[in-house]
């Protein structure tokens, strides 16, 4: 029985050398896929806080004050809390008084908890947005512009 070469399967060395290009590829490729996924989840966060907010305007409205509203089938108070969709973040309602409130979002789950440009997400009777890094720098332009 002849053997013809060019029927021959790969060699080890052949082998090595794509599974070689394929780690150095998934290596490139993870950290920004990595980073795609945090900056896509922070809308967890941003549209959470601006829906549980339209849900205490809808209440001021109706009895001119903020504390024991209802917000997603849950009457929050100062001090209450509540998760996002997703459960990637958990939000902490601060009613102080009738007329003003700040709702904050902390990650709570991977992968947002290694989201360290965007740490904490706030979002005030005034409306006025803000967010923070890990280092408590300021990174409002970041985290609430464009998910």
């Known amino acids: 029985m002849k053997h013809d070469k060019s029927a021959r399967g790969m060699t080890l060395i052949e082998l090595l050398v794509v599974v070689a290009i394929v780690a150095i590829l998934a290596s490139i490729a993870y950290p920004g896929y990595s980073s795609f996924v945090r ?50 973040y958990k939000i902490t309602f601060a009613i102080p008084d009738n007329q003003d409130y700040t709702l904050t979002a902390v990650a709570i789950a991977a992968p947002q908890t290694s989201d360290s440009q965007c740490t904490v997400f706030t979002l005030s009777s005034a409306g006025a947005q803000a967010a923070q890094d890990n280092n408590g720098n300021n990174a409002t332009k970041a985290c609430w512009g464009s998910n």
């Open 39 to 88: 900056r896509a989840n922070r809308t967890d966060a941003t549209k959470t806080l601006q829906m549980a907010a339209q849900s205490l305007e809808r209440c001021y409205s109706r009895s001119f004050k903020y504390p024991a509203c209802n917000v997603s089938g849950t009457v929050m108070n100062n001090g209450s809390t509540m998760q996002t969709p997703n459960a990637l």
